[in-house]
């Protein structure tokens, strides 16, 4: 738990700390929090292990309504999602803190932040979908941190996106209470979970967290309408052995079908893992090469240039349908409802009429209220 006393004035005086729900009494006069499988148990002024949730007398509270560690627009291929409005602009942003504890987090000065100063960009869910609609982007990704432990921030400002006729998107560690699940991802038109491993001994020695909650929440999100793919960073000596990496491809195929995409990234040395080298390309590619050897039928490598792994092909006749360099489209075809102009098979996904062509710019912005 953080030591970062809350107090009763918090909840008066700063428009950032609002009442939320998925909480319960719990032994000891203590308050326990439902949204994740921590079900953190917290005495009065205390946060629990996501640092932005915590209590405040007999309430829970979010402390990051309304305030973000900053917003960029991307290309969708980032977040990764290839399959979702392919090379179209999305408005992206996050607050602070997580459910996790992952020691190879690529974004530990925002996830890992107990600084609220991290935190100085300030905008309303209207102003935030205002800015995308006139930024030009076809969607908004809560990202950067995991947006289930901002749930009741991103649920109003996927809220105020959809009225504006824009999608939303999440990118989540999937870490979210079987209570909670449902609520958490209606705000969602797609999803990428972050399956960090498929282990049980990585997620508790390298995450603090449990496997089953995030295959619990894969298979839940294939019985619904959210677009989902999934991602996994390969971690020299610790994820990136062949057997891991057939197990989880045969999970994938089994539970989530053999259309759900499939993303292998690179692994770059940073927070508590600078000791660990790079992923060779090779790994991406070897990956990539046992999961269709095992039936998936788009896998994709990232955090790596290579443009085989950038490329999406037709699972009728073969022919390359999306060719990507970087993040950049370098050939779209697909017809309006994205079938392949060769064959006319139907490739799974969220396709417009036609493609963006945003390219791989990443411009920050300021949001103005």
């Known amino acids: 738990m953080a030591d970062v006393a809350l107090t009763p004035a918090d909840l008066r005086t700063d428009p950032s700390v609002i009442a939320v729900g998925f909480s319960e009494p719990a032994a000891g006069d203590k308050l326990r929090c439902t949204l994740c499988p921590r079900q953190c148990t917290l005495r009065d002024g205390q946060r629990g292990l996501c640092y932005v949730r915590g209590r405040i007398g007999d309430t829970l509270v979010l402390t990051t309504w309304g305030r973000s560690s900053g917003f960029c627009i991307d290309p969708i291929e980032k977040k990764p999602l290839n399959h979702f409005l392919p090379g179209s602009p999305v408005l992206s942003f996050g607050t602070a803190g997580c459910n996790l504890s992952c020691s190879f987090c690529q974004n530990w000065d925002i996830s890992k932040s107990r600084e609220m100063d991290t935190l100085a960009a300030v905008a309303s869910p209207n102003a935030i979908a205002d800015a995308a609609v006139q930024s030009g982007c076809r969607s ?43 609520a958490v991802f209606a705000s969602y038109d797609a999803v990428n979970v972050d399956l960090k491993a498929f282990t049980e001994d990585f997620y508790r020695r390298q995450t603090g967290g449990h496997l089953a909650p995030v295959l619990e929440t894969l298979k839940w999100l294939q019985t619904t309408d959210i677009w989902v793919e999934i991602t996994t960073l390969l971690i020299p000596g610790l994820n990136d052995g062949d057997a891991e990496v057939t197990a989880l491809s045969r999970w994938v195929r089994d539970h989530m079908g053999t259309d759900v995409p499939l993303h292998f990234s690179a692994f770059h040395p940073d927070y508590k893992l600078t000791h660990l080298p790079r992923t060779q390309l090779a790994t991406l590619q070897r ?39 970087w993040y950049a489209l370098q050939a779209y075809d697909l017809g309006p409802n994205g079938e392949c102009v060769s064959c006319g098979t139907r490739i799974p996904g969220v396709f417009a009429r036609s493609p963006g062509n945003w390219g791989r710019r990443r411009l920050p912005i300021r949001i103005a209220e």
């Open 140 to 182: 908004v990704a809560f990202t950067y941190n995991d947006p289930v432990i901002f749930h009741e921030y991103a649920k109003e400002v996927a809220a105020a996106v959809r009225a504006v006729g824009l999608q939303t998107v999440a990118v989540t560690a999937g870490y979210v209470s079987d209570d909670a699940r449902e």
């Open 287 to 325: 990956a990539r090469a046992i999961a269709i050897a095992e039936g998936l039928r788009f896998v994709y490598t990232g955090n790596a240039h290579d443009l085989q792994g950038d490329t999406t092909c037709c699972s009728g006749c073969g022919k390359p349908v999306i060719i990507r360099d």
